[in-house]
């Protein structure tokens, strides 16, 4: 016995109705559970079977932002988590979800890693989170044991994988 997957994850945020709003309207998340004063906020993914996966507690405006892989006072990068990745399941779905991160103003980068083709945005509270579609197994060829960061063009990989598009 092992562990399966990920499961779900729980961010600390200044606020809830604003987060809410971004990942609702942004990334399509469902609200599952939601305080009525404003305290915590469970949410899942349109296409998933948890009962969350994400979870949010605020913990208020005046709240510091998020020091992992930042220098600290101490002149010391901060160890922490540095995003969580969410896959759609087409090529289409990461286009789709391009053009929403654009319009919110979240999108901060764009990579092609081979086996999966992924963009980086942020949220309110300048969480970062990736939304990545991985490219069929069978398609992998040498790129399987291979580490990629190269800029993505995801119009030139919409045209490259146009056979497997439904």
Do not use: C
């Not at 600390?12 to 469902?30: C, M, P, Q, S």
């Not at 510091?64 to 289409?92: F, K, P, T």
């Amino acid at each position: 016995m092992g562990i399966s997957r990920l499961n779900h994850a729980v961010f600390y945020v200044r606020n809830i109705a604003v987060t809410k709003r971004f990942y609702a309207e942004v990334l399509g998340f469902a609200t599952v559970i939601e305080d009525e004063g404003g305290r915590f906020l469970f949410m899942r993914a349109s296409a998933s079977t948890n009962h969350h996966d994400i979870a949010f507690f605020a913990i208020g405006e005046g709240a510091a932002d998020n020091s992992a892989g930042r220098v600290g006072a101490s002149g010391r990068v901060h160890v922490g988590l540095y995003h969580v990745a969410w896959q759609v399941e087409s090529i289409i779905e990461l286009e789709h979800m391009r053009r929403k991160l654009v319009e919110a103003g979240a999108l901060v980068g764009a990579s092609d890693h081979g086996v999966s083709k992924s963009l980086y945005g942020v949220d309110p509270d300048g969480a970062e989170f990736e939304i990545m579609w991985v490219v069929p197994p069978s398609m992998w060829g040498d790129m399987e044991h291979e580490s990629i960061i190269e800029p993505l063009d995801l119009a030139r990989e919409i045209t490259r994988y146009a056979e497997i598009i439904e």
